[in-house]
């Protein structure tokens, strides 16, 4: 049995996920500098998987649209008049031109800028200019925009680019059930940051496929190693730590939560965010102070017996580990959630579209905005006013902060990414809890030989 199996306190009513057994892969820097990797990559992969692109809420109203962009493509998402979504691809089918270049908007119709065909939310053709010049006869009931098969859940928009793709269901195979117990299509956006990264997209999944840089890299100054096993009131320690993956090809991380464990100082002052979270839900911080490692079976009980008055009303879908806990997920290939029992962390890596040493960075934040409750939502990026509007901020790496914990890991990147083109490289050498690194590598090659679609 691995010591992540021994561990003790851990959810057993989530069904359990398969256990896999991987080739080992050891990683080179080719595959983070190549062009011909990316475009095998883009070929093989990127077009034929479900990605996260939009958010329904965004689109309320018929000719609502979203515009997404994913590589070299860019992906047009409108809200149709029977309340569904269709998505695609942002090119006017008269020569090509694209036909919208904001991020978002309403339309009776997409004129397109260049001849001013005129598109129907629907996709359809519904105005050409001289239409009675074209030796092919009128393109309108003849042209269509190109439709990507699009679907809904939790509230976002997933397109693939594959015509005969598997449904979004079996795509994200136990991932769906968990997080439908949460409600997250009701949940409000938070923060919505970009950033273009000067480092290939898989250097940022690989960081958020292990937690083994964690005690490093979010090292808080000053602390000792026996504090360090405690993180924002989670245990770090691989050891307590459940690990999975699952057949579909995402990886699930679980680590003990709602902790105040050793980070309790010498006069016995529980430290924030725990000692304002318990006070949230009718604890002393102060009856905890000898005795740290209590705090999360008594917010477990609290939340149990609160919530739901409180307006948190799929507590009772949950179990206790997810009442406290850190559940982390990476859903093939590019989309990393950590899934607290009141926020949903969005990060996400898109290629870019030529070059394989960018890609863009995606740091969100949605959380449930339950009647009554009016204390402001703790997010990666610091506190938030309930209710706010947030806009989507895109700027340039290091302009703006991400939030702390995100500019730390965003510190490390670039290094990495240089390293990737030394001759003294000779490939990684993975820890065990290093594991779904492997594997989100191993799939990329699975999916490049044409052993999965
Ligand atoms: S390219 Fe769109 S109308 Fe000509
Ligand atoms: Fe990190």
Redesign the pocket.
Known sequence: MSPQEQASDRPRDLADWPTQSLRGHKLDGHRYTSKEFAEQEWEYMWTRIWLLLGREDEMPNPGDWQQEEVGRESILMVRQKDGGIKAFYNV??????R?VTEKKGHIARFI??????AWNPDGSLDFVQDADDFPDGNPCGKLVLEEIPSETFAGFVWVNMNPDCVSLREFLGPVWDEWEAYGIEKWKRYVAKTTMVPVNWKVVLDNFNESYHVNTVHRPKGDDVEKLRIHSGVDTRYKTTRFDMANEGHGRMIMLGGYAGPAIDKEGAIGEPLASILTEWELDPADFSSRGEATREALQAARRKLGPDKGYDYFENLNDSQLTDAYHYTLFPNFAVSLWVDGFHFLRARPHPTDPEQCLFDNWWYAPDPEGVSSPVRTTAGLVERGAAVDHEEFEAGTQTMGLTIDQDMSIFPGQQLSMRSRGYRGSYLGGQETRVSRLHELIDDYIEGKRS
């Open positions: 006017c089918q008269h020569r090509g031109q036909l397109c800028p260049y001849h001013s065909w």
